[in-house]
């Protein structure tokens, strides 16, 4: 972590400014424009573009846009400053208050105190092994949902074109299905458009064979794998105490065979 005595170069200073100015945009786009909020907002915006310009001669400009975390907060800064200039010159920015919201993304950089998160990095680890572990298994899914939405496409189009009207309205509603949160609303509402027939109780048949296998299989073949991965720590600890455990037994069967031969 980067500690200096320069307010602009310690990362606990910046840190502090992006949450106050995280909470200055929050009271802004609820309606709090009242005169001291908007002066820490822009005195926000000021010290970041005073951040990014002492960066840029302390660590150079190659060497200040080489790194990923520079390259967003210099962004960001960039897509700010029209917030700054509209205290000098009337400029119609409603439409553009989503960039200067963006800003609050810079929250992120509380994941490089570790010391906050002491096992933020093995988190980290684990995660990009369980995504290494399921990436094949993640596509197959992917296949599925692709498959599945644009049969649904062409079967319920016209009668539920709300959830299947195109397809990539069909791949938001078949992943809906497979999330298994409010599934039932679909085949629900496709089966009261059609009236009381024996396609409603096909059509509910057909859907819960979706949510079947892939909600119910496939999501938690995904969960176990995931859950294997962020555990594997746990699992690494227990195989060194059993390789100790191990090697004192081999220890201690040489001392009794050597014992056995002196005698």
């Not at 062409?154 to 397809?167: D, E, I, M, R, S």
């Not at 294997?228 to 390789?243: C, Q």
């Amino acid at each position: 972590m980067l500690k200096s005595p320069n307010i602009f170069l310690n990362d606990n200073a910046v840190l502090a400014v992006v949450i106050i100015n995280t909470i200055v945009i929050f009271l802004l786009e609820v309606g709090v424009t009242s005169p001291p909020v908007i002066i820490i907002d822009a005195a926000c915006t000021i010290f970041f573009l005073f951040e990014m310009v002492i960066k840029h001669i302390h660590l150079g400009i190659r060497g200040y846009w080489a790194k990923a975390i520079n390259v967003m907060d210099g962004l960001l800064v960039i897509l700010s400053l029209p917030s700054l200039a509209n205290y000098f010159i009337d400029m119609p920015l409603n439409d553009f208050s989503f960039l200067m919201a963006l800003r609050s993304l810079r929250i992120f950089r509380i994941f490089r105190i570790e010391s906050l998160f002491p096992g933020f990095a093995i988190i980290v680890r684990n995660l990009k092994l369980a995504l290494k572990q399921s990436s094949a298994f993640l596509l197959a899914i992917l296949l599925f949902i692709i498959i599945f939405a644009l049969i649904d496409c062409g079967l319920f189009a016209t009668v539920a074109p709300q959830f299947f009207g195109t397809p990539f309205d069909s791949i938001y509603s078949t992943f809906r299905i497979f999330s298994v949160e409010g599934w039932y609303e679909i085949p629900d509402t496709i089966a009261s458009a059609l009236g009381s027939s024996i396609w409603t109780h096909l059509i509910r048949i057909y859907f819960c064979a979706q949510l079947f296998v892939g909600g119910i299989i496939g999501m938690s073949i995904i969960n176990s794998i995931f859950v294997d991965a962020m555990v594997s720590d746990n699992n690494d600890e227990l195989d060194a105490k059993v390789n100790k455990l191990q090697q004192s037994i081999d220890e201690l069967r040489q001392i009794i065979v050597s014992k056995q031969n002196k005698d």
